[in-house]
């Protein structure tokens, strides 16, 4: 969530990066100045007479102890209107920053600087590309193709029990998700971020707070009964886990990993390009999550960055690297890297990562504060990044790994699967 002051005093900055994003209601900054004007009018004349109904308090009271109780009744039928005035402008100020906060929520982050303006995911600009495609045998297949000549996952299996999107792994193909999770945390806490186990639902101040809500809830699945929300990713309770909270400036950068499952109802999605794994109800992932000083918040994104990638290589996977264009990021970030990888028998990339610098928009929200050395409180800056989501891993890694005699693990696995090979 965007600070008020600041889109007051930086209006045409703020007009501005909005552009980027190519938001459709620029119209909302003028509507949040206006009620921030009145708002603070309000305040101001409420304080006066507050101010005003304490003297007044402060002097009857003197009065009635000097025993001049005429002199004293008299103020109070002078000041009899105060309280009335009083409760009409709390009510007012009430009204209106309500009305500020419902608008305020409907503005996205501002994007950074080095964030290109953009429209659609072909405007995303092309930041690195790591190795080659790999080669693959004649007539390589799809990994929906690969699961079930292995009997590795079973998609229809999903269906009958829950729907489409529930896939069911089996044997070798169970292992190596439970390979990967391992892999995944293993090298997190290795790269120094502190293992957290993490409840699977949150309650709306968590998804508030990481800015789910109210911006996706047609996309996160609701317990309506007991008003919890599945997580679409361990970014929500991890983050959470500093909601009002004041942290010691040396206690920066706090660095933080957990593997759940998540889950995204996706409505809307179909067509071939959301066939098999690429695009699931539920799945599991191994998130990073970093509270940072904002002076090294960018700096922090990169060292992200550099670490997802870290991971790909080790699997030897053909991989590029994009900056999002401002149209394409997500609602909280100020600027979003996405990794992706070739699928050769899809032909086509697949997004595995994305690794996201918030600034200061979700710990606004969260009322997540640093503590500096003149010990004045100001808000941290939040970062995550998926490290990494499994289904188009486990994709890529059928796919660019087959052989005509099956397909082989990635060589950093096999002390996690046991096996060598899927055949």
Known sequence: MLQVN??????????ERLSVRNFKQPELVDEII??????????????????????????????MRAGKKDEAEAIKTQTATHKETI????????????????????LPNLPYDLV???????????????????????????????????????????????????????????????????????????????????????????????????????????????DLYLIPTAEVPVTNLYRDVIIKEEDLPIKNTAYTPCFRREAGSYGAHVRGLNRLHQFDKVEVVQITHPDKSYETLEDMSQYVQSLLQELGLHYRV???????????????????VW?????????????????TYQTNRLKLRFKG?????????????????????????????????????????VKYTGFDMID
Request: charged share 25%; with cysteine; glycine share 8%.
């Open 6 to 15: 600041y889109i007051r005093e930086n209006r045409e900055k703020v007009l």
């Open 34 to 63: 206006k009620i921030d004007e009145e708002r603070r009018s309000t305040q101001t004349i409420l304080d006066g007479i507050s101010a005003e109904a304490n003297a007044a308090a402060k002097q009857i009271g003197d009065l």
């Open 87 to 106: 409760k009409n402008l709390t009510e007012k100020l009430n009204e209106l920053e309500a009305n500020q906060f419902n608008l305020i929520v409907q």
């Open 116 to 226: 290109p303006k953009g429209s659609t995911a072909e405007e995303n600009e092309v930041v690195y590309l790591h190795g080659t495609p790999a080669e693959l045998p004649t007539k390589a297949l799809p990994h929906w193709e690969l699961a079930a000549k292995y009997d590795i996952i079973d998609f229809e299996l999903g269906v009958k029990i829950t729907g489409a999107g529930f896939p069911v792994y089996k044997g070798k193909g169970a292992r190596l998700q439970r390979a990967l999770i391992n892999f995944f945390l293993d090298h997190a806490t290795a790269a120094g971020y502190k293992e957290m186990q993490v409840p699977h639902l949150v309650n709306a101040a968590s998804g508030f707070g990481t800015g789910q809500l109210p911006d996706k809830e047609g996309q996160m699945y609701h317990s309506t009964i007991d």
């Open 322 to 340: 994009l900056r999002l264009c401002g149209g394409d990021m997500g609602f909280t970030s100020a600027m979003t890297y996405d990794m992706e």
């Open 343 to 359: 699928s050769a028998a899809q032909e086509r990339w697949l997004e595995v990562s994305s690794v996201s610098n918030f600034e």
């Open 373 to 413: 050395k003149e010990g004045k409180a100001q808000l941290a800056h939040s970062l995550n990044g998926s490290a990494l989501a499994l289904p188009r891993i486990v994709a890529s890694i059928l796919e660019n790994y087959q052989t005509e005699n099956g397909i082989k693990i990635p060589e950093a696995l």
